[in-house]
């Protein structure tokens, strides 16, 4: 009489852990798959300006090698100071329109620089499409400061790396875009030395748009792990880099 039973619990629980097995899970992932966290943290180190600073603490062998062949007796050995870097990045961030997907990866970029990068500093101002006037010290873009203000702000050793799509994610070709690009950038080659531009779209959706007019006067890199890695070089002096990518922009 007890068999019945058993067949219909059998039955149940069969049904159920078959249900379980197929449940599907889901997990939650924050990374920027063309380049991760690890990856940007990694990239970042690169970006190198040792300087000696503070008190003597560190031994230079060859100085002492070459005191003792002087002097024939080691009597003190050399000492300098500590290598830091002292490099500086500015990050100048497309806000809203054609960037919101791109929010999260502005984000990263941000976060890592300033905190996994080893920098010697790490400012963010924002813009809408071209910096026109005003740079943002907010994603909000409600703490404004004029253009020539901002860029005061940014030590002459400073780096910068602007970040945006330049029309590339809807096609456009805004001729007004690109002149007020170009203003900017002759502002900005006045006060720093160093810049590129990170671009979120893959290089093959550049042509026949504003970001393929802008790349052809500001050194740009599709955002990658290989593109952070050549901006980042140009950054360091080399812009060899930038025509050997891209040769069909020169």
Do not use: C
Request: net charge positive; glycine share 8%; charged share 25%.
């Amino acid at each position: 009489m007890d068999e019945p039973a058993q067949v219909v619990q059998a039955v149940r629980r069969s049904a159920r852990d078959d249900l379980e097995i197929g449940r599907p899970r889901f997990s939650l992932l924050t990374e920027y798959f063309p380049v991760t966290r690890r990856q940007m943290k990694q990239s970042w180190r690169h970006l190198r300006r040792p300087v000696r600073e503070g008190p003597p603490e560190e031994l230079d062998v060859i100085a002492t090698i070459e005191k003792i062949g002087r002097e024939g007796i080691l009597l003190e050995p050399v000492m300098v100071p500590r290598r830091s870097n002292r490099a500086e990045l500015a990050l100048l961030i497309d806000q809203d329109g054609s960037m919101v997907p791109f929010h999260g990866l502005s984000r990263q970029l941000a976060e890592t620089a300033r905190r996994g990068g080893r920098l010697g500093g790490a400012g963010v101002y924002y813009f809408h499409d071209y910096p026109d006037g005003y740079l943002y010290r907010d994603p909000a873009r409600l703490e404004a400061q004029p253009i020539p203000e901002a860029l005061a702000s940014i030590a002459e050793r400073a780096v910068v790396l602007i970040v945006s799509d330049a029309g590339a994610a809807r096609g456009n070709l805004d001729s007004e875009r690109v002149e007020r690009t170009r203003t900017f950038i002759q502002q900005l080659k006045q006060s720093v030395r160093r810049y590129a531009w990170l671009n979120p779209m893959p290089n093959t959706r550049w042509p026949g748009t504003t970001a393929g007019k802008i790349a052809r006067f500001v050194p740009m890199f599709e955002t990658s792990r290989r593109g952070l890695d050549a901006a980042i070089s140009v950054l360091r002096g080399h812009y060899v880099y930038w025509e050997k990518m891209y040769p069909w922009m020169m």
